[in-house]
């Protein structure tokens, strides 16, 4: 049987960047990898299944594209691979409002919302005049599993009419309406964050929901700032999901609250910032992949006890 360290599932053209370098990463530390791709992946799971090949920890970021990827991963989680994001764990968390409930328990501020039934359950629904006013205009309307990069959404949404005609776009899936949130300013900058949860830590950057650039935080911008609670939001979001590693968004209002925005984002777009204008930095990047290293290094020791 040939056995690797991880097992790195991807298909878009644009995780290149990423997969290099978390290669590149875990290659300096002596630790394999091997890559899964649409040209090999029935190869690679006919070897699974003969027990041909072996992968210590897998990363599946094709599972939600190609289904046989997620069959290959059901098959790896019977052989104890351990499997960083766990689709029986992912599924809960992409979930717009079973996410909305679970962090208003977890004392998390959200946006005023309205969670709104599949159209293929029930066709007609009610909205009463109290609830539009408290949601306010404009609002947004999002699909609450079926989103992925902004697809769906709509940002400025005025009109009960409007909600009756997105719904009937993916009519299988929840509605959540939410109340529109405004940052608050930092020097000019809006205080606006995209806040990832990598293998164990969070990493917190700016991030402008206009332009979609991303820009590093400091230790000295959340020191004079106060943005130490990115940290703990992040945390809790964690502890909530039980992922490995996603992104979340987090806004500080001009009412002086931080508020999460858009709530789990499990297949983090990773293309750095050196190739995209509005990639991730790749010191940001880097610093997952070292998270990524970490993690394993420590499972290995705690698997050789």
Not at 21 to 38: C, D, Q, R, V, Y
Not at 73 to 84: H, M, N, P
Not at 148 to 176: C, F, P
Not at 192 to 214: C, E, K, L, M, N
Request: with cysteine; aromatic share 12%.
């Amino acid at each position: 049987m040939e056995k690797f360290d991880l097992g790195l599932a991807f298909v878009w053209e644009y995780d290149d960047g990423f997969i290099n370098l978390i290669e590149e990463t875990l290659h300096k530390a002596g630790l394999t990898t091997f890559l899964i791709s649409n040209y090999n992946i029935r190869e690679v799971t006919k070897r699974i299944q003969d027990k041909d090949l072996y992968f210590s920890f897998y990363i599946d970021r094709a599972w939600d594209v190609d289904e046989e990827f997620e069959a290959l991963g059901k098959i790896l989680s019977k052989r104890k691979t351990v499997i960083f994001n766990p689709y029986n764990k992912v599924l809960p968390a992409i979930d717009k409002a079973s996410m909305h409930l679970e962090f208003i328990s977890a004392g998390i501020n959200v946006p005023y919302s309205i969670i709104i039934p599949p159209h293929s359950e029930k066709e007609d629904i009610y909205i009463s005049i109290d609830d539009l006013a408290i949601l306010g205009r404009p609002f947004i309307i999002k699909p609450c599993n079926t989103t992925g990069g902004g697809m769906g959404v709509v940002t400025g949404a005025e009109t009960l009419k409007e909600i009756i005609e997105e719904r009937t776009i993916n009519s299988d899936d929840k509605y959540i309406l939410q109340e529109k949130i405004f940052p608050s300013f930092f020097d000019g900058k809006r205080a606006w964050f995209r806040s990832f949860w990598a293998f164990g830590s969070p990493i917190p950057v700016w991030w402008d929901d206009q332009t979609h650039i991303y820009k590093e935080l400091t230790k000295d911008e959340v020191y004079s700032y106060k943005l130490r609670k990115l940290f703990n939001i992040t945390k809790i979001i964690a502890d909530t999901t039980r992922l490995d590693f996603f992104s979340t968004e987090i806004v500080y209002t001009s009412n002086k609250e931080f508020v999460v925005i858009d709530y789990v984002n499990d297949q983090c777009d990773m293309r750095l910032s050196s190739k995209h204008k509005d990639g991730v930095p790749n010191a940001v990047v880097k610093q997952i992949t070292n998270n990524l290293l970490k993690k394993i290094i420590k499972l290995k020791k705690e698997q050789q006890k």
